[in-house]
Antibody
């Protein structure tokens, strides 16, 4: 059974950093791209970032709203995807979902809440 | 960026009836080289992660009941839920994966 479990969320002050982890099981992690999608309170889903598999160069891409502040990475030996979030802003407050895939988001974790507030 | 606009924002449908949700993209998501529409539909229930229902505009994900169907091409798409069940109450999102930044519609809240 495919499972994705996010962790690392919490309350953080503006300007600080946080690293989210997505621990996966039930599939060959290295074969798949991984993505992060977020949902701010009362808002629609927003794509944040993806990282391709090493087979496809591990290429990354980011939404303009997070580019230069967030970094996605992966550790294929541990089956974990990460989202390093720096210089956090209040508008980054959201539930962050880890998903398997890049274009088609077939499996999702339950999400982790990030609250950016002073 | 491709803007995805759904209509209506919310709708109430009786059990057993049909629900129709529309999605319009600000530019075509039909890729000419493979003749595929890079458009998906997701169902999002409170407290749960979103669930992929339809991709390539009309291909049902494995395990999704055939009451759910997708149609459309280019810039105009429709999700139809026939014979509505209580379990279908959710917010439905269209999503374009034609080009980054991948974008979602604002969501349509479906109620009984």
């Amino acid at each position: 059974e495919v499972q994705l479990v996010e962790s690392g969320g919490g309350l953080v002050q503006p300007g600080r950093s946080l690293r989210l982890s997505c621990t996966t099981s039930g599939f060959i992690f290295g074969d798949y791209a991984m993505s992060w999608v977020r949902q701010a309170p009362g808002k629609e889903l927003e794509w944040v970032s993806f990282i391709k598999s090493k087979l496809y160069g591990g290429t990354t891409d980011y939404a303009a709203s997070v580019k230069g502040r967030f970094t996605i990475s992966r550790d294929d030996s541990k089956n974990i995807a990460y989202l390093q979030m720096n210089s956090l802003k209040t508008e980054d407050t959201a539930v962050y979902y880890c998903t398997r895939g890049r274009e088609l988001l077939e499996y999702w974790g339950r999400g982790t809440l990030v609250t950016v507030s002073s | 960026d491709i803007v995805m606009t759904q209509s209506p924002d919310s709708l109430a449908v009786s059990l057993g009836e049909r629900a129709t949700i529309n999605c319009k993209s600000s530019q075509s998501v039909l890729y000419s080289s493979d003749n595929k529409n890079y458009l998906a539909w997701y169902q999002h229930k409170p407290g749960q992660p979103p669930k992929l229902l339809i991709y390539w505009a009309s291909t049902r994900e494995s395990g999704v009941p055939n009451r759910f169907s997708g149609s459309g091409s280019g810039t105009d798409f429709t999700l139809t839920i026939s014979r509505l069940q209580a379990d279908d109450v959710a917010v439905y999102y269209c999503h374009q994966y034609f080009t980054t930044p991948y974008t979602f519609g604002q969501g349509t809240k479906l109620e009984i």
